[in-house]
């Protein structure tokens, strides 16, 4: 019975995935599996694709499912300009996976926005805004000003530093996604600077306290509206990309780590002229401010309370240390609704509900929307609105 449930898709947005996809209709039937007659009276708004079929369609035109239901075609999605690879990566342009990683944000985006003006909810101008001419101690706090963040309340975070800042961002009208399957060498993460609903983009695969230093980078990409992809190091032949870089690294280090703060706490008073550190010292200090302890060592040789050498030392140990953590596997996976809504944001993913609530959405659409099975969607409200079971 199931394999017969219609989807009730815009028969447009079928033809228009297809034809974006340079596929004729033979070629696309071929590929979903099903008769040419099918898929041209389907784009002719004749008949309905069963769920299944046009979860294949989705697949092969490689869009989001939920972009199916726009009432019509984006109007077309703006490249990104600049980006930098990471060190090791070869230069050049983005690979097809990256691509679609970045047109499927932009149509989360596009539906977002549709959603919230369907519920009369029109999202703001985002307000905040930069200059490669300031300061970057100054931005910083302009930053944690901009995001409500005070110390006592950062302190306590810890372990949960990202989930935090990204909530921070999230309610200043930001989506933040979380991106799977991508190698690191392809992405770290990535800025849409979009005049409302921006993007940022966070590389799944990197370390806890690694993503929070890219979002705040690309959150500082946002303020001086530099779309962006980013990863480590940056391309040195384009002195224009690589001032944007060193600048929105300083303001993301600034804004974690600020230079008041940290130069009044009691393991940097105590240290006196010293420049070297131990282990445990910059492991207590990272916990603190919820960052990794390259971060505190780099901000620490900024203000100079270390040496350049020191901190080369310590960067080329942490280093392999990272690459051995990256090479061992992940265990204990969350449940896949859990991991859905973290991979979305509780943001995005709230706002899918409330349509759901204000009736402006189905329970079909609703799991169309998060590309998983209906009997799913309690498992996803719970994880949206962190309700227990």
């Given at each position: 019975?199931?394999?017969?449930?219609?989807?009730?898709?815009?028969?447009?947005?079928?033809?228009?995935?297809?034809?974006?996809?340079?596929?004729?209709l033979?070629a696309?039937?071929?590929?979903?599996?099903?008769?040419?007659?099918?898929?041209?009276?389907?784009?002719?708004?004749?008949?309905?694709?069963?769920?299944?079929?046009?979860?294949?369609?989705?697949?092969?035109?490689?869009r989001?499912?939920?972009?199916?239901?726009?009432?019509?075609?984006?109007a077309?999605?703006?490249?990104?300009?600049?980006?930098?690879?990471?060190?090791?990566?070869?230069?050049?342009a983005?690979?097809?996976?990256?691509?679609?990683?970045?047109?499927?944000a932009?149509?989360?985006?596009?539906?977002?926005?549709?959603?919230h003006?369907?519920?009369?909810?029109?999202?703001?101008?985002?307000?905040?805004?930069?200059?490669?001419?300031?300061?970057?101690?100054?931005?910083?706090?302009?930053?944690?000003?901009?995001?409500?963040?005070?110390?006592?309340?950062?302190?306590?975070w810890?372990?949960k530093a990202?989930?935090?800042?990204?909530?921070?961002?999230?309610?200043?009208?930001?989506?933040?996604?979380?991106v799977p399957?991508?190698?690191?060498?392809?992405?770290?993460?990535?800025?849409?600077?979009?005049?409302?609903?921006?993007?940022?983009?966070?590389?799944s695969?990197d370390?806890?306290?690694?993503?929070?230093?890219?979002?705040?980078?690309?959150?500082?990409?946002?303020?001086?509206?530099?779309?962006?992809?980013?990863?480590?190091?940056?391309?040195?032949?384009?002195?224009?990309?690589?001032?944007?870089?060193?600048?929105?690294?300083a303001?993301?280090?600034?804004?974690?780590v600020p230079?008041?703060w940290l130069?009044?706490?009691?393991?940097?008073?105590?240290?006196?002229?010293?420049?070297?550190?131990?282990?445990?010292?910059?492991?207590?200090?990272?916990?603190?401010?919820?960052?990794?302890?390259?971060?505190?060592?780099?901000r620490?040789l900024?203000?100079?309370?270390?040496?350049?050498?020191?901190y080369?030392?310590?960067?080329?140990?942490?280093?392999?240390?990272?690459?051995?953590?990256?090479?061992?596997k992940?265990?204990?996976?969350?449940p896949?609704?859990?991991?859905?809504v973290?991979?979305?944001?509780?943001?995005?993913?709230?706002?899918?509900?409330?349509?759901?609530?204000?009736?402006r959405?189905?329970?079909?659409?609703?799991?169309?929307?998060?590309n998983?099975?209906?009997?799913?969607?309690?498992a996803?409200?719970?994880?949206?609105?962190?309700?227990?079971?």
């Amino acid at each position: 019975m199931a394999k017969s449930v219609p989807a009730f898709i815009n028969p447009a947005m079928l033809t228009w995935a297809r034809e974006q996809a340079r596929l004729t209709l033979e070629a696309a039937a071929k590929a979903i599996g099903i008769a040419v007659d099918k898929l041209e009276a389907a784009e002719n708004g004749e008949v309905q694709l069963t769920f299944p079929q046009f979860l294949a369609a989705a697949n092969v035109y490689k869009r989001a499912p939920s972009l199916f239901y726009l009432n019509e075609p984006p109007a077309g999605f703006q490249p990104i300009q600049d980006f930098r690879k990471l060190a090791d990566a070869e230069p050049g342009a983005f690979t097809p996976d990256l691509v679609t990683v970045i047109r499927q944000a932009q149509e989360r985006r596009e539906l977002a926005l549709e959603l919230h003006a369907d519920m009369g909810e029109p999202v703001p101008e985002f307000a905040f805004s930069a200059k490669l001419t300031e300061d970057e101690e100054a931005l910083g706090e302009r930053v944690r000003a901009f995001l409500d963040v005070v110390e006592t309340e950062q302190q306590g975070w810890r372990a949960k530093a990202f989930d935090n800042w990204r909530t921070k961002i999230e309610a200043r009208d930001v989506l933040v996604f979380l991106v799977p399957g991508l190698p690191l060498s392809e992405m770290r993460g990535a800025a849409l600077a979009e005049s409302r609903l921006p993007l940022i983009l966070i590389n799944s695969k990197d370390r806890t306290n690694g993503r929070t230093f890219t979002l705040l980078h690309e959150f500082c990409h946002l303020a001086i509206r530099a779309s962006g992809v980013s990863g480590f190091g940056a391309d040195e032949r384009r002195a224009d990309a690589a001032r944007v870089e060193a600048f929105c690294n300083a303001v993301a280090a600034a804004t974690l780590v600020p230079k008041a703060w940290l130069l009044r706490e009691p393991l940097v008073t105590r240290k006196g002229d010293s420049k070297t550190w131990e282990d445990d010292e910059l492991r207590s200090l990272a916990l603190r401010f919820g960052v990794s302890r390259e971060v505190v060592l780099r901000r620490l040789l900024t203000l100079k309370r270390t040496t350049h050498t020191f901190y080369e030392s310590q960067r080329a140990a942490y280093q392999k240390q990272y690459d051995a953590l990256n090479s061992k596997k992940a265990t204990g996976a969350p449940p896949p609704p859990v991991v859905k809504v973290s991979q979305l944001g509780r943001a995005y993913a709230q706002l899918i509900f409330q349509g759901y609530y204000d009736r402006r959405l189905t329970l079909r659409d609703v799991s169309n929307y998060f590309n998983m099975q209906v009997k799913s969607v309690p498992a996803l409200e719970q994880a949206a609105f962190g309700l227990k079971r």
